[in-house]
């Protein structure tokens, strides 16, 4: 097949691109220049220079050809925007789920020419291809796989998309990177927001947000118990960061008018836990929903998956938990499964 391969300079892109390549496939790769390092430089380093670098150097050692897009605009028109519009909001965004259904699935397809069968990347989930529907499928090392980020593609999205290292654990994706000596086979995994890099998120809302102070109350007493820069730096949940002393203290609600963050004290107070909500703007990969109604639900990416059950609620689904969870946020993806199969997501509200 004719195939476009997103590279980003990491050891996981890298190795798909190597694996297509030595299958015989006709592979280009593609570099997304998404650093807005005009905007961003007085924060901190933007990696862009050196991720290229080594894309450049795996191109040139197996005679791939490369192209560099620039989508700076459109990452800032569908996945920035939207991140600093949910934190003033006070909710909590994923931008790494709008980047893949709005840039890497979305407007990178109308880059590229429809000679190009299918576009591939290093994530970690499997797509199969079933009675003319495409499933995904998670990948069978439960931290890396990256189904959560996955869970707003469309039928027609998932039809053209490839994952070669979908099948494999990361420590064989590090073998195989061995194997190719890849120049980048020792490069330590990123972390973060797809187009920070390595700026510090917080640092990257106080520069669209800024400050407010306001007041952390302790939600058992009323009392005030510290100051904070603003109700947008808190989600749901949080622990670390709170700088408070008498702690361990959770961020268990907030007042976004008042600008007020109210506060739970001890190990696991059991106001920072869950047992429903509700999740709006659902995108069901197969294009209806499950018949099911007891699945599994994930609140955010990682291992952790929580048998729930669902109903519909008008626009909306309503969740149930079997036992309760810490840290449900307004404004995070809660993705659902039917044993290995994601199924797709919404918005939690």
């Known amino acids: 097949m004719k195939i476009a391969v997103l590279t980003s300079g990491g050891v996981d892109s890298s190795v798909a691109l190597r694996l297509l390549k030595d299958q015989g496939h006709t592979v280009t790769a593609f570099y997304l220049k998404i650093w807005l390092e005009d905007e961003f430089k007085h924060l901190g380093e933007c990696p862009w220079e050196e991720d290229l670098a080594f894309v450049r150097q795996i191109c040139d050692e197996a005679k791939i050809p490369l192209e560099v897009l620039s989508m700076q605009k459109e990452y800032w028109d569908r996945v920035v925007s939207y991140t600093i519009a949910e934190c003033k909001a006070g909710r909590t965004p994923n931008p790494d789920i709008l980047c893949n259904q709005q840039i890497k699935f979305g407007q990178f397809y109308t880059k590229i020419d429809d000679s190009f069968q299918k576009v591939a990347t290093g994530h970690y ?150 047992s429903q909500f509700a999740v709006e703007n659902m995108n069901w990969i197969l294009g209806f929903p499950p018949k099911k109604k007891k699945l599994d639900v994930r609140i955010r990416h990682g291992a952790a998956l929580h048998a729930c059950t669902i109903e519909s609620d008008g626009p909306k689904i309503r969740v149930r938990l079997g036992e309760p969870i810490h840290g449900i946020a307004p404004g995070q993806f809660a993705v659902f499964y039917l044993g290995e199969e994601c199924l797709g997501g919404g918005v939690i509200v």
């Open 125 to 274: 989930a499997q797509v199969e291809e079933r009675d003319g529907l495409f499933h995904l499928i998670r990948s069978p090392d439960p931290i890396k796989d990256q189904t959560y980020f996955l869970s707003h593609l469309s039928q027609a999205q998932l039809s053209r998309a490839l994952f070669p290292i979908g099948q494999y654990h990361k420590s064989e994706v590090r073998d195989l990177a061995q194997k190719f000596n890849l120049p980048n086979k020792s490069r330590k995994d990123s972390q973060g927001i797809c187009f920070l890099g390595k700026i510090p998120y917080r640092e990257f809302i106080r520069e669209h947000l800024g400050l407010k102070p306001g007041d952390f109350i302790d939600q058992a007493t009323g009392k005030k118990v510290g100051e904070h820069e603003g109700y947008w730096f808190y989600t749901i949940g949080q622990r670390f960061g709170l700088r408070l002393s008498g702690g361990p203290w959770f961020v268990v609600g907030k007042d976004i008018p008042k600008n007020i963050i109210y506060l739970a004290n001890g190990a696991q107070p059991k106001e920072v836990l869950g």
